[in-house]
């Protein structure tokens, strides 16, 4: 069973930065596209990053404007999301997200979620 467990969320400052973690379990994570969503406060579930299965290549939402890479370690079966220059609206619950074929940067066609970590942004 396919386990995606997201740390690092928390309280800070705008203009500051934050790195999320998500551990990934009980899947083939080199050969898995992996991403992030965020969902704001009564907002819609949002595309913010995805990374390629062999790393080469990495997409975001066009919100990110470069604030924020994704990176992925297979070794730890790890991904990562760095964000920087963050603003108000990046506040939202940052869920981490799984493709086995593609690129998990849709909805309704991830193949696993996390339960989400919360990340507040205070202006």
């Known amino acids: 069973q396919v386990e995606l467990v997201e740390s690092g969320g928390g309280l800070v400052q705008a203009g500051g930065s934050l790195r999320l973690s998500c551990k990934a379990s009980?899947?083939?994570?080199?050969?898995?596209?992996m991403g992030w969503f965020r969902q704001g406060p009564g907002g819609e579930r949002l595309f913010v990053a995805a990374?390629?299965?062999?790393?080469?290549?990495?997409y975001y939402g066009p919100f990110v404007k470069g604030r924020f890479t994704i990176s992925r370690d297979d070794a730890t079966n790890t991904v990562t999301l760095e964000m920087k220059s963050l603003k108000a609206e990046d506040t939202a619950v940052y869920y981490c997200?799984?493709?086995?074929?593609?690129?998990?940067?849709?909805?309704?066609?991830?193949?696993?979620w996390g339960r989400g970590t919360l990340v507040t942004v205070s202006s």
């Open positions: 990374i390629n299965w062999r790393g080469t290549s990495t």
């Open positions: 009980g899947l083939d994570f080199s050969a898995s596209a």
């Open positions: 997200v799984q493709k086995r074929i593609g690129i998990p940067d849709s909805i309704d066609t991830v193949d696993a």
